[in-house]
């Protein structure tokens, strides 16, 4: 216990500030190369003034059609362990969102999840709201290896990388989606093998409610995490036009999605989120566009209105549930 608080000091003051600082300083030098900067920054100023600003507002209640559709998905998941309704699933989505922005990658989201199930059926939750995710994380990398393939001679020619690791990372994404699927569509084998194992009565009961995941709830699962994908895709498209960002929504369409997959398997903190978001998409979505700073605009836009904001809201509907919790206990007493 002692080690694991040690590692979080680690990350949360040391490392994450760290990792955000040089990001922060990477990004600088390359908005500061921008041609035609000052021009840049009044069209970002200036759009706010014209009916582009609807766009924001779009963005914002495209976020809670992203969290609502998020929503559906566990309140379909969990349905086998226990009934719940889509507003009480939505607070759990988030209040899964203010646990996660404090841990890597957002493996924190569960924690807050697993509050809203009754007691005996949380940690039965872990497993299906694993689920879940990969499901998301299926769709993620299959957008980012089709944008790959679309894009290769845009990645290449701007010596991202070399013709040989494009080679080897498209071949190494394809051999991530084919196990992620092949896991995803055969939950009955980690049954089986977790059934084998030596003492596995203690914790089978785990996953047993994986035992209902037929082949036509995975496909909805799937088809919710591509609408939510579209979703993101719409929200950048909105917000490249208000920050006046010159790109089709074709480009559009293929960077963003090579870009999600990149965040998606790279490590990051919250503190150091940002900084990578803003580094990754300004290298990919830069490849159709000379307006970083829009693109940067963009992505701090993102990263706020459909993770901060709601982060912030679930920390409030913690609260409450602590608040629920205490109450009953002291009924008990």
């Known amino acids: 216990m002692r080690l694991s608080k040690n590692i979080k000091i680690f990350i949360n003051y040391f490392l994450g500030p760290l990792l955000f600082a040089w990001l922060s300083w990477a990004i600088y030098r390359q908005i500061v190369k921008q041609p035609n900067l000052e021009t840049a920054w009044q069209g970002i100023k200036s759009s706010f003034s014209t009916s582009l600003v609807w766009n924001l507002i779009a963005v914002v209640v495209l976020m809670i059609a992203n969290w609502s559709i998020e929503a559906i998905k566990w309140k379909i998941s969990v349905k086998p362990i226990q009934q719940i309704s889509f507003l009480k699933a939505f607070r759990a989505v988030l209040s899964g969102v203010s646990f996660s922005v404090s841990t890597p990658n957002r493996v924190g989201e569960y924690l807050g999840r697993v509050l809203y199930m009754d007691e005996g059926n949380r940690l039965k939750t872990i497993s299906i709201t694993i689920v879940g995710s990969i499901s998301q994380l299926i769709i993620t990398v299959l957008m980012g290896c089709i944008g790959l393939i679309v894009l290769r001679n845009e990645i290449i020619g701007s010596q991202l990388i070399s013709p040989l690791w494009f080679k080897v ?44 995941f037929d082949t036509a709830l995975l496909f909805r699962l799937l088809l919710l995490s591509a609408l939510r994908f579209v979703v993101f895709i719409i929200q950048y498209y909105l917000l490249f036009q208000l920050f006046e960002v010159s790109i089709s929504w074709w480009e559009c369409l293929w960077s963003v999605s090579i870009t999600f997959f990149v965040l998606a398997v790279i490590p990051s903190f919250a503190i150091a989120d940002i900084g990578l978001r803003g580094e990754v998409g ?34 409030l509907l913690i609260l409450g549930i602590k608040k629920l919790y205490t109450s009953k206990e002291e009924e008990k007493i």
């Open 169 to 212: 990372t498209l071949y190494g994404v394809i051999g991530v989606l084919s196990g992620l699927l092949l896991f995803y569509f055969r939950l009955s084998w980690l049954i089986k093998w977790v059934d084998r194992l030596p003492g596995s009565n203690r914790f089978a009961y785990l996953i047993k409610a994986l035992e209902d």
């Open 282 to 315: 300004i290298k990919l979505i830069g490849l159709f566009t000379l307006n970083h700073l829009g693109v940067l605009f963009t992505t701090i836009t993102i990263w706020f209105i459909n993770l901060i904001v709601p982060a912030i809201i679930g920390s």
